[in-house]
């Protein structure tokens, strides 16, 4: 049985209505309908591999990816049985392969996987995990940046996969120490209580949106501070957050960071010796372990707010749940 998910999100190559995309482009519309020894007449992908095998193909769509992996695995059964051997799927994100490939791991059948390799890599990600490794880890993101770039990263990660996310009302971490402590108090409790039906939650302050920045001048004026002191109580209350979210639920096995103060600050709650770096997921976004303290080998992924493209977040997401096993 032939399992095909031939989409590859980070090419800008997805499948809709049956149909390839290739940068929002139908497949015969984009230069590889005029190469020469295979030129490609449809973007019906059904039709390519009928038109290369003698058995027949059958689609699922995107209307029937909405119903869930057991709906999909008794879809995925039914085709079968009316002889169909190659079954192409819609997919357009990274959470479009992972439920595809519950989907099909659900169903039991025998199969072989046909595409341009995320979907492959995502089923072995599932099925090639020793027992004791299954288990409920999580991943959290806490985002403190406010720039653009993290903005649009953000949207796309909650478009991409499915997360629980919560926005921290920042204004409320600087009026007062009550004030403080009520807003991470909020922000801990729905997290934990939303965590258990997600794989990933978002901690973003809500300075993603101009409206809500604060006046720093207001506050510095107020508190006679500076703007370094009343930034450090913002990435404190970050962190205050994520120490408590890590240490009241322990299945959260991965943290992402965008920001470098809030690292920073997230690492001295932690009481880390330092991250051992061990591998770079992108340029300027690092991958490694925490050392020492109170989550010793937490796995961890921190990057700048202004670094990478719009499925930088996306990506370093992903590479967490692969870490994972999730």
Not at 220 to 227: E, M
Request: with cysteine.
């Amino acid at each position: 049985m032939e399992i095909s998910a031939p989409c590859f999100p980070d090419s800008g190559r997805v499948v809709i209505g049956g149909y390839m995309l290739v940068n929002g482009l139908p497949l015969h519309k984009t230069e590889v309908a005029l190469d020469p020894k295979t030129p490609v007449a449809t973007s019906e992908v059904r039709k390519v591999f009928e038109q290369q095998s003698k058995y027949p193909a059958a689609s699922i769509l995107m209307n029937d990816m909405m119903q869930g992996k057991h709906y999909l695995a008794e879809k995925i059964k039914g085709l079968i049985k009316e002889g169909n051997r190659t079954i192409v799927f819609d997919c357009v994100t990274q959470e479009d392969l992972d439920l595809i490939a519950d989907a099909v791991i659900t169903s039991g059948i025998k199969f072989v996987t046909v595409d341009p390799g995320v979907f492959t890599s995502t089923i072995a990600r599932k099925i090639i995990v020793p027992s004791e490794k299954k288990s409920k880890d999580k991943i959290l993101a806490v985002v403190g940046s406010v720039n653009p770039v993290t903005k649009s990263q953000m949207e796309e990660l909650w478009l991409s996969q499915k997360t629980f996310n919560i926005f921290v009302k920042t204004k409320e971490l600087v009026e007062s120490e009550e004030r403080s402590e009520a807003e991470i108090d909020r922000i801990v409790t729905e997290v934990l209580e939303n965590s258990p039906r997600y794989k990933v939650s978002t901690v973003t302050g809500d300075g993603l949106m101009p409206e809500n920045r604060i006046d720093f001048g207001y506050y510095t004026a107020r508190d006679h501070s500076t703007v370094d002191e009343v930034s450090d109580k913002i990435n404190a209350a970050f962190a205050e957050i994520t120490y408590r979210i890590c240490k009241k639920d322990a299945n959260f096995k991965g943290l992402y960071t965008s920001g470098g103060d809030i690292t920073v600050a997230v690492c001295r709650k932690f009481d880390t010796a330092g991250l051992e770096l061990l591998d770079e997921v992108l340029p300027l976004a690092a991958y490694g372990k925490i050392l020492k303290g109170d989550f010793d080998g937490l796995n961890i992924i921190t990057k700048g707010g202004m670094v990478g493209q719009s499925n930088a977040i996306n990506r370093c997401i992903t590479y967490l749940k692969e870490k994972l096993f999730i």
